[in-house]
């Protein structure tokens, strides 16, 4: 038997794991293959159901085999390798040649690895010349990233190792249901809920909420979209009774006295009447997180989610650097990142304003580093692109992008008002799909290209706490399956790219950390070597260095070393909430399913256990619509439709009702969200949706 260490396929938590195969050749038969967890500081040998059937999608029958063309009639059938490069390539050059580089897009995932994010910005940029890139991290991480670098001068999500929070006595953690989206996450939860410090704000009483029970802390059942509010509340309260950190925010900080004046009005009982939570648990949580040693606030996309996430991420962040927590050795500031390289793959260049290490594209120095890296001039790099609702807004339309290359995302499923999405699409001169199944996504495209599942490949991820962690190769790909940076090497050389594009991994990693070097997330000092020795490796790790497990310690990464508090305030709500009897809805993520579950609806085990879409609903709102438990419902507002399945619970506020967006057809709940987005960070608004809810009869299933 022959194990390969490696580390699970789903979450940024990036749980170590053993792949074990019951052949002696190293590259063996999918079937062959098992899972064991793996200790390692993160998860200490756990893993999530998601990890223990990861290896199923490996042979699973519904996998593309070989690249797949759209006929005439709409038909898919086999294409050779070369024909359908040939192709793609011809029509991507005559739609620069007619219509100009931002012509085609592309659009990535904070699945890939750091080396396919990395070389699919420079393939953007210098094969295609294009401005016109973005990923779907813009969907999941954009908003905390935009507040980190506006305070901090640079975004880590954990700026310290997970590890860390095992001393903790007190935990904020709002707007995440880690119990369920990383379950091996809450052992490092249970010194602070020994030490009766958990809080877990939440308009749902989750798993998460759950582990407050019993003396271990406490739930705030917070209105959807009042989150920065109840930040501001409780800056007030800090404020008000003097439980600052006075001498780091003279020290360390810039913006005190604007940040006084605007929470001024944020008074605790204007606090509760807006968000729900009583003063006496404002006050409680206040001055808890002030007292004593090892302090957190965490938060997820519950906060982030929104058309004023940044603002909200930045409330949070202001309330912890009064307290003095970022860059002390016992507390700190976080944001938990979601898909498996949602850190990793927006460091790189896969975001529309950025180069690799974390550079700014429109800074000249940058350029300069860059283009030097990748030998060419630094004036024909494109400048910045648009943020992913925008260019996805963009599809189809005159004057803009006429052809669209996908790798490692599903948007017919996990963009806002998918409806709007759908058309772009179908709309398109040329679609071209990554992907190992037909997705929703795929099923529009005019070429499918079969990739590499992630035990088939080589490469690098970087986890929630900025450390980076080797991917390995553990089988063979089936014989017509290609790695992307094969299908970017093939489609370069017929592009007659002025760069090079390796379809090596460990050649691309050399590049990136060349390129990377000097910028935020500096990553020249790595090597396969050194993380294939198991050598912990935060980022920054610049050469000559070992790395960095604990940022801001001395200063922050601003130019004068101080962070930045910035004032701010709520703002009106995308559309109005509570109007005509509608209801808000909020979205989420269940346990047995991922992002938009192109992967975990393919798991048997996994989809038995959530196979439908079920819209939570409280039994008081449930009764006033005459819904009962396992009832078909309609879902509706003015983009669209769901239908699914009722599940009376009063783990939810009354007016609030929750859906899993991990469904594909009318079960789609972001046919319901819309793309307004963020003006910082172009986050689109996920959490706060107005929508109608009423019974279905049979008939109407019909």
């Known amino acids: ?9 789903y979450c940024a938590l990036q749980c170590a794991m053993t792949l074990h195969s019951n052949s002696d050749a190293a590259a063996s038969s999918a079937s062959t293959l098992t899972v064991s967890g793996r200790d390692f500081p993160t998860n200490r040998g756990g893993l999530c159901k998601k990890g223990w059937t990861s290896a199923e999608l490996l042979d699973s029958a519904e996998r593309i085999l070989q690249p797949m063309m759209r006929g005439d009639d709409g038909r898919f059938s086999p294409v050779g390798w070369g024909r359908a490069l040939d192709i793609i390539a011809e029509r991507l050059a005559s739609s620069r040649r007619v219509h100009g580089a931002d012509s085609v897009g592309v659009f990535g995932g904070g699945g890939l690895t750091n080396e396919k994010a990395y070389q699919l910005g420079k393939f953007a940029r210098v094969a295609l010349g ?17 507040a980190g670098t506006r305070a901090f001068g640079l975004d880590r999500g954990l700026p310290f190792a997970v590890a860390d929070l095992d001393a903790a006595e007190t935990i904020l953690l709002l707007g995440s249901n880690v119990a369920e989206t990383m379950p091996p996450f809450i052992a490092h939860l249970a010194g602070a809920r020994a030490a009766g410090g958990l809080f877990v704000v939440d308009p749902r009483r989750t798993a998460t909420a759950r582990l407050t029970e019993d003396g271990a802390g406490a739930h705030l059942q917070a209105a959807p979209g009042t989150d920065l509010v109840l930040l501001l509340g409780l800056t007030h309260i800090v404020l008000a009774e003097g439980l600052y950190d006075r001498e780091y925010v003279a020290e ?7 940040l006084r004046a605007s929470v001024s009005a944020w008074w605790p009982q204007r606090v509760q009447s807006m968000t729900g939570v009583p003063v006496a648990a404002l006050r409680e949580l206040a001055r808890r997180l002030s007292a004593g040693r090892g302090t957190y606030i965490l938060t997820g996309r519950g906060v982030e989610q929104h058309v004023d996430g940044t603002d909200t991420a930045t409330a949070a962040i202001n309330l912890s650097l009064i307290l003095g927590l970022p860059g002390s050795s016992h507390s700190g500031y976080g944001t938990l990142t979601g898909q498996g390289n949602g850190q ?37 790099l494109p400048g910045p692109g648009v943020p992913a609702v925008e260019l996805l807004n963009s599809l189809g339309r005159p004057g803009m992008i006429r052809c669209l290359l996908v790798h490692g995302s599903n948007v017919v499923v996990s963009a806002p008002d998918a409806a709007r999405v759908r058309k772009g699409l179908e709309s398109l001169e040329l679609l071209v799909v990554c992907d190992f199944f037909f997705s929703e996504t795929a099923a529009l495209a005019d070429f499918v290209l079969p990739v590499t599942q992630w035990a088939e490949e080589e490469g690098t991820m970087t986890s929630l706490e900025g450390r980076v962690l080797r991917r390995r190769r553990a089988i063979d790909a089936p014989s017509g399956v290609r790695s992307e940076l094969w299908i970017m090497h093939e489609l370069a050389k017929r592009l007659n790219s002025p760069s090079t594009f390796s379809a090596d991994p460990g050649t691309v990693f050399d590049e990136l950390c060349r390129a990377s070097a ?7 000092g790595l090597s396969y070597a050194l993380l294939d020795g198991e050598t912990p490796a935060y980022w920054p790790y ?4 070992t790395g960095t497990p604990r940022l801001f310690t001395e200063r922050f990464a601003h130019a004068d070393g101080k962070a930045r508090i910035v004032a701010v305030a709520p703002h009106a709500t995308a559309e109005p909430l509570y109007r005509d009897g509608m209801l808000t809805l909020i979205t989420g993520r269940l346990l047995e399913q991922y992002q938009s579950g192109s992967q975990t609806r393919r798991v048997e085990e996994l989809n038995t256990a959530q196979p439908r879409a079920r819209l939570q609903l409280h039994p008081a709102t449930a009764a006033r ?12 507002n003015v983009r669209g439709t769901v239908r699914c399945v009722a599940r009376v619970s009063s783990d939810i506020r009354r007016d609030t009702v929750f859906l899993p967006f991990h469904y594909a057809g ?37």
Request: proline fraction near 5%; glycine fraction near 10%.
């Open 252 to 258: 360390r900080t810039l913006g005190f006295a604007q």
């Open 1 to 9: 038997m022959t194990a390969t260490d490696t580390h699970c396929p």
């Open 542 to 545: 610049p050469a000559g260095s």
């Open 625 to 636: 619509l005459e819904i009962t438990d396992g009832a078909n419902v309609e879902v509706s």
């Open 666 to 702: 009318d079960e789609c709940a972001n046919l319901l969200t819309q793309d307004a987005t963020d003006a910082i960070s172009g986050m689109p608004e996920f959490k706060t949706t107005a929508v109608h809810v009423r019974p279905l009869r049979e008939a109407a299933l019909t």
């Open 130 to 146: 294009t401005s016109r890139i973005d990923y779907n991290g813009r969907f999941c991480m954009s908003s905390a990233a935009a």
């Open 344 to 380: 990793g793959g927006r460091e790189h260049g896969q975001k529309a304003d950025q180069l690799p290490g974390y550079r700014k594209i429109t800074d000249p120095a940058a350029r300069e580093h860059v283009a030097r890296v990748w030998g060419v001039d630094p004036e024909t």
């Open 518 to 524: 000097g910028g935020i997330a500096d990553y020249s």
